[in-house]
């Protein structure tokens, strides 16, 4: 009898397919990652406001013949930044900043399949492992949030300004790599419990919980800058111009509203909370590396010093393009390598391994 109950409690499980999973996760992970960097592109070539309707089904047809071309448009010639910003562009101009917009949208949209069908699948063969169903609904919610996130992004730029809402556009960004580190850590924990049956998920260290809020205030700061335009105000460094920070500098009131409207501020903070990040991430690859985690710690420190380097490049470049999305792209691969490297010292803390 005792051994009919333990079959009849292990069952459940039996069907489970923890490294199937985990590797489609890594795989949604790779196209969130590409949205990133697609996201990066539409913002600085000033293509986000192009589409100016939300069609979540028929949105994923674009315009096939002159007159639909000519009707969208039309369409974007009554928004603000059109009136103000690209008064008199051409067909041929406007279609290429539709491009990325386009793409975007497409790409969000595909990734939503890749997810949901998927999970769909492995829920109907009862292939997720006990205590990770809820975890990848709330991964799929999040995702058709931060849909809806973009959407409530683009319309602030579509009544009575000619640009997106830094604020949203922050959101947003943070939404989107939410879901990333989640993808990631969510996938380690399934591959752990694939070489390891009975697995608990990692816990994450103290260091790592300081190292990703700097990073995640870095990256705040970061979309500010981009939602700004703050990154054109100064392009020398280590000096704003010959002041470590202009004197001249019009600040606003009340203070606190400089942290988040003052390009001049934004770009400070900016420039020099990346040093307060390079020494966290730094502090947790020390703490790997006493662990053995030889790779784990090199690629979060080798990812932070090309961030830094990254970041001082499109800065005294005038932020050229090129360099301003391998830096979007670089925080992204920061992100992945310092949850990769959290994830494992949790492993190794609950095994009691000190390799």
Avoid: C
């Amino acid at each position: 009898m005792a051994t009919q109950v333990q079959s009849k409690a292990a069952s459940p499980d039996m069907s489970a397919r923890p490294r199937a999973i985990s590797r489609w996760l890594m795989l949604v992970a790779a196209m969130v990652f590409l949205m990133v960097v697609v996201g990066g592109i539409t913002r600085l070539t000033e293509s986000g406001l192009s589409m100016v309707r939300w069609e979540p089904i028929s949105g994923i047809v674009p315009p096939l013949n002159v007159e639909q071309w000519e009707a969208e448009f039309d369409a974007y010639k009554a928004t603000p930044e059109y009136r103000h910003v690209n008064r008199g562009m051409s067909l041929d101009e406007f279609k290429q900043i539709f491009f990325w917009e386009y793409v975007h949208r497409v790409l969000g949209r595909l990734i939503g399949l890749v997810f949901a069908l998927p999970l769909a699948w492995f829920a109907w063969k009862k292939a997720v492992p006990r205590g990770y169903g809820w975890r990848l609904t709330g991964l799929l919610l999040l995702g058709g949030l931060q849909g809806a996130i973009g959407w409530w992004m683009v319309a602030s730029g579509l009544i009575d300004r000619p640009d997106v809402s830094h604020i949203r556009l922050a959101i947003h960004l943070m939404a989107a790599l939410v879901i990333f580190a989640l993808l990631i850590w969510t996938a380690l924990d399934l591959e752990e419990l694939a070489r390891r049956p009975g697995a608990r998920p990692a816990r994450i260290s103290t260091t790592a919980i300081w190292t990703l809020s700097a990073l995640a205030l870095q990256i705040l700061f970061g979309a500010y800058v981009a939602g700004l335009n703050a990154g054109y105000a100064f392009n020398s460094w280590p000096l704003m111009g010959e002041e470590l920070f202009p004197s001249g500098t019009a600040m606003l009131s009340p203070w606190i509203a400089n942290l988040v409207d003052n390009p001049i501020v934004v770009q400070f903070v900016h420039r020099w909370l990346a040093f307060a990040v390079a020494g966290f991430t730094l502090a947790l690859s020390w703490t790997a590396w006493k662990r053995g985690l030889v790779l784990h710690a090199a690629a979060a420190a080798g990812m932070v010093i090309v961030q830094v380097l990254l970041g001082i490049a499109t800065l005294l470049s005038g932020v050229e393009i090129r360099l301003a999305v391998l830096h979007q792209a670089a925080a992204a691969l920061l992100l992945a390598a310092i949850v990769v490297a959290a994830h494992r010292l949790g492993v190794t803390e609950q095994r009691g391994e000190r390799r």
